[in-house]
């Protein structure tokens, strides 16, 4: 809502919302729900299969990659979502159904016609990121290079061995930064990969997403004396903005994407394992399968006691379905017992 292009309107007794120049309905989230009449901070523009909306929210936190399951009827019965998941944390979190609020607000969309048809409305350009860098310049990135936008504690950047480097868990990346943190505490960085490698770019602040135009004037020899790499400049709401050039990013060292190791599920027909084990088991960082492709090898199998596991010339983890053990040399987990059973694979697999 900071950006200068958007401007809330009441229309009647409803609220829109113009963004550089587009007029669509919004709701507030907190107002849907009963949970306050502030004027949202954050604006999430929402696509439906009838139109789109803007959606206010407090603050946009994350991107995750999620299961869906379904929820509870009565839940399901309020028409506003579409399940639920398990993130990391393992605390149960309700998805929100983008349709479903439309039609609980009222939101009603009118097609555009066009000489007696349907024509639906692209917007031209490549999706981009507008953002202010740490030099006080205005830049903006392609979306599709962007893997997440996320705050970073900014004692885990640190100068070693010449390079910048930021700690992300047990992995060290690589950033670009073209200015100082100055005294921030926290710094936001636009995780980059190209689906191999990943690397950090530290920013000041994310604006908004635009679509780059088509006319772009070049840089000189390819970038500019801030330090960062710059392919040209294009015309946004008639301001000069520079497009940051990732393919001269990636032209440095960025980090190799780790593969996640594969554990192999050994079903058994009732649809547990796929169910309530593999989210449990990708949400800790590895990959689930139910047979193994060409050449692929897994890192470990996981099988029910009563269903031993076919060859997989892995290490086997086995789960019983009651909590205490059959003896104290019984090797089985309790299937439930998830820091026991990620503990075990670990163990099987040598770490």
Not at 26 to 44: I, K, M, Y
Not at 171 to 197: K, Y
Not at 256 to 261: E, G, V, Y
């Amino acid at each position: 809502m900071r950006g200068d292009q958007v401007r809330i309107e009441t229309i009647g007794d409803a609220a829109a919302v113009l963004v550089r120049g587009r007029r669509m309905p919004l709701v507030a989230l907190a107002g849907l729900f009963g949970l306050g009449s502030e004027p949202p901070p954050t604006l999430v523009i929402v696509s439906t299969r009838e139109g789109d909306y803007a959606l206010g929210v407090d603050t946009v936190i994350d991107t995750e990659e999620l299961v869906v399951k379904p929820a509870s009827p009565a839940i399901m019965a309020t028409g506003v979502y579409a399940g639920m998941t398990l993130p990391d944390n393992g605390l149960p979190m309700l998805l929100l159904d983008a349709a479903g609020i439309a039609t609980v607000a009222g939101l009603r969309f009118a097609p555009v016609a066009v000489n007696d048809s349907v024509e639906e409305v692209a917007v031209p350009g490549i999706p981009a990121l507008l953002f202010d860098d740490l030099d006080g310049q205005r830049r903006a990135i392609a979306l599709a290079v962007i893997d997440r936008v996320e705050p970073v504690p900014v004692d885990a950047i640190r100068r070693t061995a010449g390079a910048m480097r930021l700690t992300i868990g047990n992995t060290i990346i690589p950033v670009h930064a073209v200015g100082g943190f100055g005294d921030r505490a926290e710094i936001a960085v636009l995780r980059l990969t190209d689906g191999e490698s990943e690397m950090a770019y530290a920013i000041a602040e994310a604006i908004e997403i635009v679509a780059l135009p088509a006319d772009m004037a070049p840089a000189r020899r390819g970038g500019t004396d801030a330090g960062a790499p710059i392919a040209g400049v294009v015309l946004i709401a008639g301001e000069q903005v520079e497009v940051v050039d990732p393919h001269a990013l990636f032209a440095g060292e960025p980090v190799k994407i780790a593969t996640p190791p594969v554990c192999l599920l050994q079903v058994d027909g009732s649809g547990w394992m796929e169910t309530f084990l593999k989210p449990a088991l990708e949400a800790s960082g590895y990959r689930c399968v139910t047979a193994l492709a060409a050449g692929e090898t897994a890192a470990v199998a996981l099988a029910m006691e009563d269903a031993p596991v076919s060859a997989a010339h892995a290490p086997v983890v086995t789960l019983r379905r009651s909590r205490m053990a059959d003896g104290d040399d019984d090797p089985s987990i309790y299937r439930y017992d998830r820091p026991a059973l990620i503990a075990a694979i670990a163990a099987r697999r040598g770490l």
